[in-house]
């Protein structure tokens, strides 16, 4: 049986400290990354229960990303979050397969809720 995990591009600060609390609470595995290869390997070699990518440090490569991992997880429930009010960049990361896209008005701190409500098995 597959280790439950959440996998993580790009999510630092408080939110980042909150999946943390969040995956020792449920203990699930947290994958945190901040390299576009490394994140590449691990969706491909182990794939993530969640997938949770921080938009905002190069968006081409960035939505790339969550291109990738949609084609190649379309089970997996993805999670954008991003620190700007953009609607149409909203809009593409839906398009390219995000399951939820936190953006403002939207509070990002809402990512620990879903992701909890996103993973597999009884939620608290």
């Known amino acids: 049986m597959q280790q439950t995990q959440v996998l993580t591009y790009g999510i630092d600060g408080i939110r980042a400290e909150r999946l943390r609390e969040l995956a020792q609470a449920q203990r699930i595995?947290?994958?945190?990354?901040?390299?576009l290869s490394?994140?590449?390997?691990?969706?491909?070699?182990?794939?993530?229960?969640?997938?949770?990518?921080?938009l905002g440090g190069d968006l081409e490569r960035e939505l790339a990303l969550l291109e990738q991992v949609h084609a190649s997880l379309p089970g997996t429930p993805t999670i954008v979050?991003?620190?700007?009010d953009n609607?149409?960049?909203?809009?593409?990361a839906?398009?390219?397969?995000?399951?939820?896209?936190?953006f403002p008005p939207t509070p990002a701190e809402r990512i620990t809720e879903l992701v909890a409500k996103l993973l597999p098995g009884p939620t608290p």
């Open 29 to 35: 595995w947290l994958r945190e990354t901040s390299q």
């Open 38 to 54: 490394a994140c590449r390997n691990l969706a491909q070699t182990s794939p993530p229960s969640v997938f949770v990518l921080g």
């Open 81 to 84: 979050v991003c620190e700007t």
């Open 87 to 92: 609607p149409a960049l909203a809009g593409l």
């Open 94 to 102: 839906w398009d390219l397969g995000a399951t939820f896209a936190l």
